[in-house]
């Protein structure tokens, strides 16, 4: 057993030589909403939101609660910026009352709002789950903004987002 213990030391003094990959930085500014919707731009119906505790695991999250009759639109985005890459991974937690799809894409930040690549998709249930989207940035740009915007008519009822991340992909 003494034999073994030299080489044990010596591997994993090679292990730890090895550089390790560096963490993401999350290019999302107040992701958990610590300073209530600071960096956020929002639009929804007047009083349709606010930022509660009642994200996953007591977290605090982004809360549409929109009239029954449905048919009310809102968005959010964030600006950022849009050069740093041309692939980025979006993920966040989500639930609604009634089944959702929404769209996250990269948008201009000034001038013609238009799309600037290739949103995803995703649609939101009732739990609280983590989505991962990937989006590709065809123009690049300081002055950019990532947007949350419902595909339909939200039917009405509560929607939640929460724990935002950001990130180039490699």
């Known amino acids: 057993m003494n034999v073994l213990l030299p080489k044990l030391v010596a591997g994993l003094t090679l292990l730890a030589a090895i550089p390790l990959a560096p963490a993401q ?3 999302c500014e107040n992701p958990d909403f610590e300073g209530e919707t600071e960096r956020w731009s929002i639009s929804g119906p007047s009083g349709s939101y606010a930022v509660s505790e009642t994200g996953p695991e007591g977290a605090r999250a982004l809360t549409f609660t929109l009239p029954e009759e449905g048919g009310k639109r809102f968005s959010f985005f964030q600006n950022t910026d849009l050069s740093l890459a041309e692939k980025y991974r979006v993920s966040f937690f989500a639930r609604s009352d009634k089944p959702l799809t ?3 894409g990269p948008q201009r930040g000034e001038g013609n709002y238009g799309s600037i690549g290739d949103g995803s998709t995703t649609t939101i249930g009732p739990e609280w789950k983590l989505h991962r989207l990937n ?3 065809r123009e690049g740009t300081t002055l950019g903004r990532l947007v949350f915007l419902p595909i339909d008519p939200v039917p009405g009822g509560t929607v939640q987002f ?3 991340q950001f ?4």
């Open 162 to 164: 929460a724990r935002f």
């Open 25 to 27: 930085d999350n290019l």
């Open 167 to 170: 990130e180039t992909v490699p």
């Open 102 to 104: 929404i769209l996250v």
């Open 135 to 137: 989006i590709t940035v």
